[in-house]
């Protein structure tokens, strides 16, 4: 590790979600954490309302660094930085780690309107009725996504390394990019089929680069 490390407890679900990329991340980084997953969901509701999390969600990463009160980070993309850098997986040149975060932000814009639309009751969608749903489902299942998707595969198409930001280890912007097309690839999300990564050869070698780092594999279960 490039820093020294503080005790580290993640609390999620016990699921993949936005969890993955940060277990993952840990794991080949060689970085100790607490994976502290949800006996329950009622244990969960129990912590957000007694106001726990900083955004009222998870993931959220409790940083023990000697001090009496924990220093909480909410957020999966800032867990996962952090988590990255402590592991020397984050580059210390601030033009690399400026196209790396790039790169990153560019994986949140591919998804969130479908995680907008999954979770329209707390989106301010609520009010969408079956005819207006099936619009947005089918204009990102067929545009939106494959849009974003078309984005990447030229990404990868001028990296040398194969890794998305062409670095020389994999980099926060993998670990989020991995998990999500996995899960794409292996029983697509919600509305949105694995085929849809078929047109996509760079993406899809990419991804069987990444599933086969040790320590994804073994967290898969490969």
């Avoid at 993952?24 to 244990?43: I, P, Q, T, W």
């Avoid at 993931?59 to 996962?80: E, H, M």
């Avoid at 479908?114 to 969608?125: D, E, F, M, P």
């Avoid at 050869?201 to 040790?214: R, S, T």
Wanted: aromatic share 10%; proline share 5%.
């Amino acid at each position: 590790m490039s820093l020294t490390q503080p005790k580290l407890t993640l609390l999620y679900f016990d699921i993949h979600g936005l969890a993955a990329r940060i277990r993952l991340a840990a794991a080949v980084g060689g970085v100790e954490l607490n994976d502290k997953r949800f006996a329950s969901r009622e244990e969960f509701t129990s912590l957000k309302e007694s106001g726990e999390f900083p955004y009222g969600q998870v993931p959220c990463l409790y940083v023990n660094s000697g001090s009496a009160q924990d220093v909480k980070i909410a957020q999966s993309g800032a867990i996962l930085r952090y988590i990255c850098r402590l592991g020397g997986l984050h580059p210390e040149d601030a033009v690399q780690a400026a196209i790396v975060d790039a790169a990153l932000a560019a994986e949140g814009d591919a998804f969130s309107a479908h995680g907008a639309v999954k979770y329209r009751g707390r989106s301010g969608l609520a009010h969408l009725d079956a005819t207006a749903l099936a619009i947005a489902e089918k204009d990102l299942r067929e545009n939106v996504i494959p849009r974003h998707l078309g984005y990447l595969e030229k990404l990868l198409s001028g990296s040398s390394t194969g890794w998305v930001a062409n670095t020389q280890r994999p980099s926060p912007a993998d670990f989020a990019w991995g998990t999500q097309l996995h899960q794409l690839r292996t029983g697509g999300i919600n509305f949105v089929p694995s085929e849809t990564l078929a047109p996509f050869p760079k993406i899809n070698a990419f991804l069987d680069k990444f599933l086969a780092v040790p320590q994804v594999k073994s967290y898969y279960k490969l």
